[in-house]
């Protein structure tokens, strides 16, 4: 299958940046498709590891960012542990996901983006996560209340998950790590 | 012997029963854990996604209590396992991700602190002449297939669990244990992890898959360490039937409750009626 990028008015694609967040060189790529071949979500989805590699290499730019794969992506790390010239691929894809949150282009199918900002809500405000309540306000958010709601009475009845979240994290030091980040960054 | 224990969020809510096993398992092999006091989330498991430095600087939090504790780190949870173990590496190999943690937390933290599995520290520490030694009750024979998923052996350079495609770590005390460890393929494949909300359509085609080789493969229930995978397994089965019709009633047991049960410990104290899919007939191999 031929592989189709555009290349960007500024000459110059979204591979630099992915250097520059995650640390990531994704030059030494062969190409040999160990990552793809192990990859357990790229039989369902509409690209490869390998695919969004390439096409990196070849200049791709901000295009690339609306790729599915992305956020059916399970950070699993087969594709980094098989990997001949141990490309982090699954940094890679960390890397896509947050230039992707940045840019916009985010529109999975599954609304990962936002299960991501509100669980990460429940840590700032309770220092540990608060899957009831994350789950309660991912589903007020894509309004998808009567998937799995047949799960919830079974998992409250069985204490398989905490109707009220957690009072005993350090909140100070949580909530400074959040605060010193923010801060680090705007200047 | 002494550890810090770091519990996990999972542990007051999805996976308490992973918790309460672990806990009583340590106390009947006398290891003594202490939690961390004001322990937070490691980061686990979409920090990464959304901020390399606040997923490292999260889980470095706790690691930096570990270090003043002057202790190991033990985790039961295969996610915050690798949390914890790519933040250690992170900070170790990259002195701009340390510069920036260490600013984040007010103090510096040098990804020191050694962050081990509760598996690890039952084979390596305890090792398997002292563990059968202490074992009260036998699987009798009870073929399980081991479950590793992917947090706790990849990628492998930074978590040096056992071995990345064939681990055995879980079959060794399954087999210490009078049981039969099966060797299987989908060992280390995923089932789908943190999209179970998101994606549980995904869930399912990943699931399936894993269930089915492990009763193709004799299996009477399966051993997993890791609470993604023990809800997507355990609690995906009534979806797998709904969209594919084939019912597989197969147990999804922590291996701490296995352990647990061959230490004679009570169902309770091991949270096995915390598991959607009934462990009875994987109980009913239990002889003391």
Redesign the interface.
Known sequence: MPIRIKKEAVKRGISDRVKEISGIDINACLQCKKCTNGCPVSGFTSSSPSEIIKKLQLGAGEELLASEIIWTCVSCATCFSRCPMEIDMAGVMDALRVMAAETGAAKPDGNMPLMNKILLGTIKAFGRTYDLGAMALYKAGTSSYTKDMGKVPLILKKGKIALLPSQGADKKMVKQIFNNLEKARKK | MKYAYFPG??A???A??LYLSTMTVARALGIEFIEP?????CGA??????????SV??AA?NLL?VKDMGLEMVVSCASCYSRMKIANHEIST?PKTRE?VS????KDYDGSVKVRHFVEIVLEDIGLAAFKKALTHSLQGLKVASYYG?LL?????ITGFDD?ENPVYMDRLINAMGGAGLDWPHK???C????T????D?VV??SEPIIAMAKDSGAQCIAVACPMCQ?NLD?RQDDILKTTGHRYNMPIIYITQLMGLCLGMSEQALGL????ISPQETMNFIRS
Do not use: F, Y
Request: glycine share 6%; with cysteine; charged share 25%.
């Open positions: 969020c999972s007051e809510s999805t308490r029963d006091e004001g322990w937070s989330c498991t979409m920090a990464h996604q959304v901020d390399h430095d606040l600087s999260l939090a209590k990259n920036i600013a984040a937390l007010g992917c052996v990849r990628p492998p350079e990345p280390v494949e995923c789908g992890g943190s999209l909300l998101t994606r549980s995904l085609k990943l809800i609690m009626d915390k598991l959607i």
